[in-house]
């Protein structure tokens, strides 16, 4: 664990040192849980929007965009529920003065258990080696049988108070933390305050004060853009379910633990799709979604093993299913996405609030009704840090040496192709120069002359660029330059003419949307 953590930290510094990300306000020293994408960063968050706007809207005739604005109507989000119970259940403890919230200090302890069986199982796998029968072990050993009750009593416990009737059991929370013998990471105390709720919505007014300014909301989700929208878009569009409607943008929460870099952010962006359906078919769609959210993030390459689906135990009330998909990230499996079977909760609340029908005339049936909804929710910054974590390697060499090489897949690199001059002279800069001149209207392209080209690679290796190109004296006789791949190090004698062909279908996000279909 303690070498994950260090992992993360260089993550982190790598994040600032290689102009991905930067603290917000840096000269400042910051500001906490608000974060800015540098010259890098932007880059490959761009190329990551990219990819999920163009999986939604290209291969989906029946989906289309929006771009809502970040302020809205203050009485969508009485509709919503987000005034009355976008709450987090927080507690202090008195010693350190750290908060916390309730709900994640139990989910970690249920970890730990998790966590105990895993290593159990690992180690007796080792043991055992190919006639290990995992199933049979966690049947039958005691410490695995003692770990599984402890996190089996714990889940039901905490299922029960998370869903009490009249919202969360304040008290039972607490209660749980100080059975549990949960202290807090920093003081090492158990000296914990009562458990309080707190809404996580930002404030702010709207107009002067003299007209009877109006308290409005910073969005801390952008699906309402959606929700309020659906009659707009469905009408001109003409549109017929089911359909969906896509929009990327920022959203805010007032986080009360704000840490773990941009993971946790007071300030986001959220790629969201709310699905339009017939009622009753919701379940039938929701696992459509699931397997098709899951294969794009599958295609990424990274590895079946580092994804699960976390169902959901604490169903909000007008939800009648939820799962998560989650990564593993250094610090444990986390988040990435949500998608949840919101019913016509939402819809049916802003025809309540606005006094307006919202509904669908189903030509097929001859009847009205509102829709359903399935959600696919996506947080940016939570795929980009995982990309990062995923990618970064800091590997050894035959030759003794260490690279850092960020081994990002090549359609969401920020740049694609470095060209290099392999010294200063005979005419060496200006081919390399015609060279991305011409590749420039193609893929992201840098041109880089300083320094010895083995110090160029490494520079290009931590920003996971995955083509570099030398031009060098054979270079102007014959017009052919090495190419040298980011991953292998191989090094191959192409011609100029060669290099689009071999680069741009690789590093296209039409090539990650092919693998889609
Ligand atoms: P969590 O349980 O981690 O607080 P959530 O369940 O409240 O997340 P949703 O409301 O379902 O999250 O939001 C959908 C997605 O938005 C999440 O899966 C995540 O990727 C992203 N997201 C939510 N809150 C944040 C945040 N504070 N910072 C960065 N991304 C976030």
Not at 160 to 184: T, Y
Not at 331 to 346: A, C, P, Q, W, Y
Not at 418 to 428: Q, Y
Request: net charge negative; with cysteine.
């Amino acid at each position: 664990m303690a070498q994950q953590e260090d992992v993360f930290k260089k993550i982190v510094s790598h994040c600032k040192e290689y102009g991905f990300v930067f603290p917000s306000s840096d000269i400042y020293d910051g500001l906490a849980a608000v974060y800015d994408y540098g010259q890098n960063g932007v880059e490959l968050k761009n190329n990551i929007k990219q990819y999920w706007w163009q999986s939604m809207v290209l291969l989906h005739e029946n989906i289309v965009g929006i771009d809502a604005a970040i302020f809205m109507h203050p009485t969508t989000w009485k509709a919503s529920g987000h005034v009355d119970a976008f709450n987090d259940p927080l507690i202090d403890n008195r010693d350190s003065k750290k908060r916390y919230r309730a709900d994640v200090l139990i989910e970690e302890q249920m970890a730990k258990y998790e966590d105990k069986i895993q290593k159990e199982i690992e180690k007796a796998q080792k043991r055992f080696g190919d006639s290990f029968d995992e199933a049979k072990f966690r049947a039958t050993n005691e410490r695995v049988l003692e770990n599984q009750q402890k996190y089996d009593d714990l889940h039901r416990r905490f299922h029960d108070v998370m869903n009490a009737e009249g919202g969360i059991d304040l008290d039972g929370l607490k209660q749980i933390i100080l059975d549990e013998g949960i202290v807090c990471p920093i003081s090492g105390t158990r000296n914990w305050t009562d458990v309080r709720q707190f809404n996580l919505m930002f404030k702010t007014e709207m107009g002067s004060t003299a007209d009877g300014a109006s308290t409005i909301y910073l969005r801390p989700e952008t699906a309402q853009g959606i929700f309020v929208n659906y009659l707009n878009v469905q009408k001109t569009g003409r549109m017929k379910l089911p359909f969906g409607i896509a929009q990327i943008g920022k959203a805010f929460r007032n986080e009360i633990v704000a840490r773990q870099f941009i993971f946790r952010m007071r300030e986001f962006e959220q790629m969201e799709m709310q699905f339009f359906i017939q009622p009753g078919t919701e379940l039938d769609w929701f696992q459509k979604w699931k397997a098709y959210r899951m294969k794009w993030h599958q295609n990424l390459g990274f590895g079946a093993e580092n994804y699960r689906f976390h169902d959901h135990d604490k169903l909000a009330h007008y939800a009648n299913a939820a799962t998560d998909i989650e990564f593993r990230m250094p610090f444990g499996f986390k988040e990435v996405e949500g998608i949840h079977s919101r019913t016509n909760f939402d819809l049916s609340q802003h025809a309540k609030y606005s006094g307006k029908k919202i509904e669908y005339f189903d030509p097929e049936t001859n009847e009205s009704y509102t829709p359903y909804v399935i959600e696919t929710s996506i947080g940016v910054d939570r795929m980009f840090l995982s990309i990062m974590c995923h990618s970064y390697e800091e590997q050894q060499l035959p030759d003794g040496q260490t690279r850092t090489v960020l081994h990002l897949p090549a359609a969401l690199a920020p740049v694609k192709l470095a060209v290099f001059p392999l010294t200063k002279k005979d005419g060496m800069p200006e081919k390399a120069q015609e060279i991305i001149n011409e590749l420039r209207f193609h893929f992201n392209c840098k041109y880089e002359e300083k320094d010895q080209i083995g110090k160029r690679y490494r520079r290009m290796d931590a920003i996971g660029c995955p083509y570099c190109v030398t031009v060098d004296q054979q270079t102007l006789e014959d017009n052919t330059v090495t190419l040298r791949d980011r991953d292998t190090m191989e090094q191959k004698r192409v011609h100029i003419s060669e290099l689009r062909g071999i680069i741009e279908d690789k590093v296209s996000i039409t090539s990650l949307l092919k693998k889609l279909l």
